[in-house]
T-cell receptor
Framework: KQEVTQIPAALSVPEGENLVLNCSFT??????LQWFRQDPGKGLTSLLL?????REQTSGRLNASLDKSSGRSTLYIAASQPGDSATYLC???????????FGAGTQVVVTP | GAVVSQHPSWVICKSGTSVKIECRSL??????MFWYRQFPKQSLMLMAT?????????EQGVEKDKFLINHASLTLSTLTVTSAHPEDSSFYIC??????????FGSGTRLTVV
């Protein structure tokens, strides 16, 4: 059974610092991995989607890497801003139906 | 980009009544939609996979008679919480898969049963 773990569970950094969020999964047979952002009481906003054949994806200040063999993905957020404060979730798709398995998330607070 | 509209965003109902939540894909067709439940400070728990034109597939431990799912068209799936009780109070989120953009999520529905 696929298990997805996110470390740390919570993170607080001063504005301007780079953020490093980790996601690990136990079954390397994945179709893709996706990073999401969730603000309190809101739905999920997709940040980056990495297909199993890809090593990384970039969008603006965000960069996500994927190492299938070791079962890891890392989300980097450069030059953090208070607006980056949110919970970040990673999810893997290991099912042909497309079901996602989520990690518990990392709650990020960026202080001004 | 792909957009999923979920309605209502919040609802308060009396114990014993039923509540319907709608999930629409606005600019793409979704043969498969997913329904999740999220408790405070926890991650999303998949409840069921909704397939257009066929019965939904429920995850283990989810009561299919309590959480009725209908996916009558390629752009609409509904979740009906029947005979709701306070323990059904939660945040419900739907998602749909777009082949190019991955998974797009609705904005969620906060259900409070009093």
């Amino acid at each position: 059974k696929q298990e997805v773990t996110q470390i740390p569970a919570a993170l607080s950094v001063p504005e301007g610092e780079n953020l490093v969020l980790n996601c690990s999964f136990t079954d390397s047979a994945i179709y893709n991995l996706q990073w999401f952002r969730q603000d309190p009481g809101k739905g999920l906003t997709s940040l980056l989607l990495i297909q199993s054949s890809q090593r990384e994806q970039t969008s603006g200040r965000l960069n996500a890497s994927l190492d299938k063999s070791s079962g890891r993905s890392t989300l980097y957020i450069a030059a953090s801003q208070p607006g980056d404060s949110a919970t970040y979730l990673c999810a893997v798709n290991t099912d042909s139906w497309g079901k996602l398995q989520f990690g518990a998330g990392t709650q990020v607070v960026v202080t001004p | 980009g792909a957009v999923v509209s979920q309605h209502p965003s919040w609802v308060i109902c009396k114990s014993g009544t039923s509540v319907k939540i709608e999930c629409r894909s606005l600019d793409f067709q979704a043969t498969t939609m997913f329904w999740y439940r999220q408790f405070p400070k926890q991650s999303l728990m998949l409840m069921a996979t909704s397939n257009e034109g066929s019965k939904a597939t429920y995850e283990q431990g989810v009561e299919k008679d309590k959480f009725l799912i209908n996916h009558a068209s390629l752009t609409l799936s509904t979740l009906t919480v029947t005979s709701a009780h306070p323990e059904d109070s939660s945040f419900y989120i739907c998602s749909a898969r777009d082949l190019d953009e991955g998974y797009t999520f609705g904005s969620g529905t906060r259900l409070t049963v009093v």
